[in-house]
């Protein structure tokens, strides 16, 4: 599952914050806590993290790091009685004039009987990540200002000639990768 979000800040400053992965858990819903132990930043750096729902910690390493371009977190293989489960967050930063566009991910890489349970987790996170992006975005950037929702034709003003009735652009969706080792839902 992936989405992007516009945060009003240069790729630089987007990337130390999202590099840092003790920030998830002031906006993603994948991640309860990160223990605060000071970690130099890169590829294989490793950090103590609890997933929501589970008592004990969990690793999250560094699998790539690409300064301003791209980060990606794996998670610890998690077991259940229903099988394995592996989180996978993708961060790509699209530097903009006026701030950058970035594109989350999560991938869940299922085993055994979990991977009957794929749709209901791919569900879960087209309802949840929407919201932290939306929160990752107003962490960094404060609100930006909301697009009134079209309700319908606009009524042209007596005298008026009717035309269609105008939206605003939207940022539009980053293209999409396949998740490497991992089922990719947003595909």
Known sequence: MSTSVFVPRPDTEVFDFLADARNLALWSSGVSSVDPDDVVPGRDAAYRYRYPGRRRPHRLVCADFQPSRRIVFRGQRMWSPLGTQVPVYGFDLIPRADGTMVRL??????????LLLAPVVAMAWRRDLPVDARKFRDLLGGAVPAVPALKGPALPAAGAPAGPAAGAPGAGALPASPAPGGFDYAH
């Open 105 to 114: 991910s999560v991938t869940s890489c299922l085993s055994a009987a979990l």
